[in-house]
């Protein structure tokens, strides 16, 4: 069973900066794509940034040149620095990432959701 732990979200003042953390724990034989989504009250959920196994990253245009996903793969984690924060961009945040799972007859991908984390930006 693999579990994805998010950490570091909260209240902050529009302007402010916060990182979330995600990270992968359990028995799989390796991390594909790991993205970060978000759900604002009333819309739907959104990709906010992706990175490949490769660190590719890949953002939404509406935070290019404020946030920045990164990841550590000795650690199995994955980072999203949020910079210049918005009252828009308050929302519930969810890591997703893409492990590969040892079967019978070779592997297979599936995709893991964290639980959320609320960020707040107050104006």
């Known amino acids: 069973q693999v579990q994805l732990v998010e950490s570091g979200g909260g209240l902050v003042q529009a302007g402010g900066s916060l990182r979330l953390s995600c990270t992968a724990s359990?028995?799989?034989?390796?991390?594909?794509?790991m993205g970060w989504y978000r759900q604002a009250p009333g819309k739907q959920r959104e990709l906010v940034a992706s990175?490949?196994?490769?660190?590719?990253?890949d953002y939404a245009d509406s935070v290019k040149g404020r946030f920045t996903i990164s990841r550590d793969n000795a650690k199995n984690t994955k980072y999203l620095q949020m910079n210049s924060l918005k009252p828009e961009n308050t929302a519930v945040y969810f890591c997703n990432t893409m492990v590969v799972l040892a079967t019978d007859f070779g592997s297979r991908y599936v995709d893991v959701w964290g639980q959320g984390t609320l960020i707040t930006v107050s104006s």
């Open positions: 990175i490949t196994s490769g660190s590719t990253p």
């Open positions: 359990g028995s799989f034989l390796s991390i594909a794509s």
